[in-house]
């Protein structure tokens, strides 16, 4: 096998199986892809940015033996369809979550989680503001769990208890995924703009690092989804 391929090789893989059961007739995800693309669009450009700065620092770099070295924005194309890719495959698993766990919604303690975490987001971001990797990532984080509060009205389809659930269900692949990524490795990291903690060779940043693409991915679905169906019921009102 070419080398070279490695990185679309990992990607493919993630794919397949969300892919394949979103035409599960009780989820039926598949109905549902006309509303994903705008808010996959959104997270994916401002990530791209962010990735492109970072490599251009030499916060990460990719190993030229694993990738194609076709390039757009400065990274690899197989990173820029890292932002699509895994998305996907966690939006799936949160409708599943809705699907098949109705009772989860509009739990309290969904919220407190998410508050908590925020809090801490902005203070590791403050306490470590010379590493770039950690301030941004928590940071970042932070923020934007806080505009979900702040805004409630325009996220008003968010539902922090199946978002968290669904992501300790989602860390499993994720971290698996970015095992192969950085164990192989694909992906490089200067430690002296990170913590230096890995969970196996995994930066810790990067739990958090997927926890905001995914929560900005799910929270732009809601916003969509949830104008659709109002449109919907409009009309036909």
Not at 75 to 90: A, D, G, K, R, T
Request: glycine residues 6%.
């Amino acid at each position: 096998m070419n080398s070279h391929y490695t990185y679309y090789i990992i990607l493919a893989a993630s794919l397949a199986g969300p892919l394949a059961l979103s035409f599960d007739k009780k989820v039926a995800f598949y109905k549902r892809w006309k509303y994903l693309v705008i808010p996959m669009l959104i997270p994916a450009a401002l990530y791209v940015a962010w990735d492109s700065f970072f490599t251009k620092e030499g916060v990460w770099w990719f190993n030229e033996k694993y990738i194609t070295g076709h390039r757009l924005f400065g990274l690899p194309i197989e990173e820029i369809l890292f932002f699509f890719v895994v998305p996907y495959c966690c939006v799936f698993v949160y409708e599943c979550i809705r699907c098949y766990f109705p009772n989860l919604k509009k739990k309290v303690w969904g919220n407190r989680v998410l508050q908590l975490i925020a809090v801490l987001s902005i203070i590791a971001g403050a306490v470590f503001y010379d590493k770039y990797y950690t301030s941004w990532t928590f940071f970042f984080l932070g923020i934007f769990i806080g505009m979900v509060y702040v805004w409630k009205s325009w996220f008003k389809g968010f539902d922090a208890v199946s978002f968290v659930v669904s992501y300790i269900i989602i860390l499993v692949p994720f971290l698996i995924v970015n095992g192969f990524l950085t164990a192989i490795p694909v992906v490089l990291y200067n430690d002296a703009e990170n913590l230096g903690i890995r969970m196996y060779t995994i930066p810790f940043e990067d739990t958090f690092y997927g926890m905001l693409l995914i929560m900005m991915n799910v929270a732009l679905y809601e916003r969509v989804l949830k104008r659709e169906q109002f449109k919907s019921k409009n009309s036909k009102g």
